[in-house]
Every structure is written in structure tokens, then in C-alpha cells.
């Protein structure tokens, strides 16, 4: 059984903290679709890394562009470096390093190595002035493209860079598709669930891993149990 749900706000869904449900959608919370959790660095206007820990974003392109996404909200200290620089990286890491990724919310001064004050290593990047992270198993290098709002009055902007190049490190060389995600140890960011039936709620957000990759394709690339209506003459 499905329940339909519009978007207006039940006025039984309460915030757990204030302006919960201005700077992100209610329906997040009910739909709660994990998102890979990345690191976006840039550079502050005295040249120090900033890192901003985030998980709003995707990966999309084609020939000759590969692009990184990225939904940030306009009072940001990233979203200004970006504007000011024109480049950024994305930098994945793994569930280990979970400790030092929630350091860099802590470690945000003005003028501070943001990176190395969360307990990272700072890399030299080959294409941007942006940092990069060492312990992160991938790292892309990006170049913005463009931005705009989400929509008129919206507080989130969207920007588009294009990669300029990638680092990625052992867990990419392996070949196997369930091993490598067994590799990386990619995190996922799985908001504080909510029930849109009665409000209730489950606390603050959790980290989720993907951790099985199911074969469904048989040797000739078809997926196992797959119908094909033959094409009538």
C-alpha cells in the first residue's frame, strides 16, 4: 500500500532544531534518500584550504565531459570561495576516515588549514589551486562551468564544473565490482527519518555503507529473468 503525499507541510511535523524545514525540504526527511557523502575543497581569500564536508551532488557527463554537480547554499563559505576562484575538488572518502570528515564542521576559521586541522593530508592538485585530500580514494578536479539559483528566491545555488582530472587511488584498480565497493568504503549520508503519517521521528542523521553489489547480468549483458517481447514483423 502506497501513501500519497503532497507538499504541503503537516502542521504536526515538528523541527527537532530551528529552521530545520527552511533550509531543507520536509519531504527529505520522508523520502530519505541516501546520499554519497563527499568533501568539497577550495581555497579562502588568504589561500588556506577550506573543506566542506557535503553530500548534495552528483556525477554526470559524457564524451569529452565529465562534470561534477553540486547544490551549495548561498551564505556558504564554499559557495563564496568558488565565485571568488572558479575551481574546487571533490574528494570521497572512506567510512574510516568518518572522525576527521566531522572535524572539518569544527575546524571552519576564517583564515585556518582546515584540512590539516581536521587530522587530513593536504595534496597538491595537478590542474587546480584547490586542494586535495591524500587519505580520499578519489579525487576529482573541477572547473565551473556555471550557477544559478534552484529557483527564484531560492537560498541554494546550483554550480556545475567541469573535471579537469582525477587521482583515484588502489580501491579504483580493482576490477571486481563488488570488491571495489568493499574497497572504498564509500559513505552515505541517511537523514534522521520521519514518519509523514504522524510526525514521529528518528533522531539526527546516521552514515550508511554500501557494502553488496548483486550480478544480475548473464555472460551475453542481459539481466537474469529479464522478459523481451519479440518485435512483431
Request: aromatic residues 10%.
Amino acid at each position: 500500500m502506497k501513501h500519497e503525499i503532497g507538499i504541503v507541510q503537516p502542521e504536526y511535523l515538528i523541527e527537532d532544531w530551528p529552521g530545520k524545514y527552511e533550509v531543507f525540504s520536509w519531504l527529505e526527511y520522508v523520502v530519505t534518500v541516501p546520499n554519497p557523502i563527499f568533501l568539497i575543497t577550495t581555497r579562502k581569500a588568504n589561500g588556506a584550504p577550506n573543506a566542506n564536508l557535503h553530500s548534495w551532488g552528483l556525477l554526470t557527463g559524457e564524451r569529452g565531459n565529465y562534470s561534477s554537480l553540486l547544490a551549495l547554499l548561498d551564505h556558504t563559505h564554499t559557495y563564496a570561495n568558488i565565485l571568488r576562484e572558479g575551481e574546487w575538488c571533490v574528494n570521497f572518502p572512506s567510512f574510516g576516515h568518518y572522525p576527521q570528515c566531522f572535524e572539518t564542521i569544527y575546524c571552519n576559521g576564517p583564515e585556518n588549514d582546515e584540512i590539516a586541522e581536521a587530522g587530513f593530508t593536504l595534496e597538491p592538485a595537478k590542474t587546480v589551486q584547490a586542494p586535495r585530500v591524500a587519505e580520499c580514494f578519489a579525487n576529482l578536479e573541477c572547473r565551473l562551468e556555471w550557477h544559478r539559483p534552484l529557483y527564484e528566491g531560492s537560498r541554494w545555488r546550483l554550480l556545475v564544473g567541469r573535471v579537469s582530472h582525477a587521482a583515484v587511488g588502489e580501491p579504483a584498480t580493482v576490477i571486481d565490482p563488488a570488491e571495489r565497493v568493499r574497497a572504498m568504503g564509500l559513505m552515505y549520508n541517511v537523514r534522521g527519518t520521519v514518519n509523514p503519517l504522524d510526525g514521529r521521528q528518528h533522531g539526527p542523521n546516521t552514515l550508511g555503507l554500501l557494502n553488496e553489489v548483486v550480478k544480475i547480468f548473464t555472460d551475453d549483458g542481459c539481466p537474469k529473468g529479464w522478459r523481451v517481447k519479440a518485435q512483431e514483423e
